[in-house]
């Protein structure tokens, strides 16, 4: 594995650890040349659904356009990789369970703002303001009311 740092081939594994889901192994690597540490995942490669956008489009599925659209969401919010990580994982574990050649856009998004819902209510908020097109405040306002509700609920539950 080469060093994300410095480049070098040379790299060690100092540990590794199954994902909590089982699908995926964390592996914690040093390297050689620079004595910097960095996380790798291994995963099987399954081909997952193509991903149908609101305008009729196909396009393959890409673990990092979704990473990248959930990190804009938790920007300088306090949720770590590894949460993300296994956000990510649940995200795309509904897509291979769905069994399906081609999942929509919108359940796809529907799906995104589950589970940042669980990982952090500002950020379902704003990732809720821009997929769902808010044109007023008062969408923001039931947006935010709704996330009330669902922490009220697990309050009581």
């Known amino acids: 594995m080469r060093c ?3 480049g070098h081939l040379e790299t060690q594994v100092v540990e590794t650890r199954d994902s909590d ?8 690597r040093k390297c050689h040349h ?3 540490r960095f996380t790798t995942y291994e995963r099987a490669e399954i081909e997952l659904p193509a991903i149908v956008k609101r305008d009729g489009r196909r396009t393959d599925y890409e673990r990092a356009k979704l990473k990248g659209s959930m990190m804009i969401a938790l920007r300088k919010r306090p949720v770590s990789a590894e ?4 956000a990510i994982e649940a995200i795309e574990a509904r897509l291979r369970q769905s069994g399906d050649k081609e999942v929509d856009s919108t359940q796809l998004g529907e799906w995104v703002m ?14 809720a303001s821009v997929y769902r097109s808010f044109d007023d405040v008062s969408e923001f306002v039931a947006a ?3 996330t009330g509700k669902a ?3 697990k309050a009581e539950g």
Do not use: M, N, T
């Open 83 to 86: 949460a993300l990580e296994g």
């Open 151 to 153: 922490a009220s609920k």
């Open 114 to 127: 589950r589970e940042l819902r669980k990982l952090d209510k500002v950020a379902y908020v704003r990732f």
């Open 4 to 6: 994300p740092f410095c």
């Open 144 to 146: 935010i009311k709704e």
């Open 21 to 28: 889901e089982g699908d995926s192994i964390r592996r914690r």
């Open 34 to 36: 620079c004595d910097k």
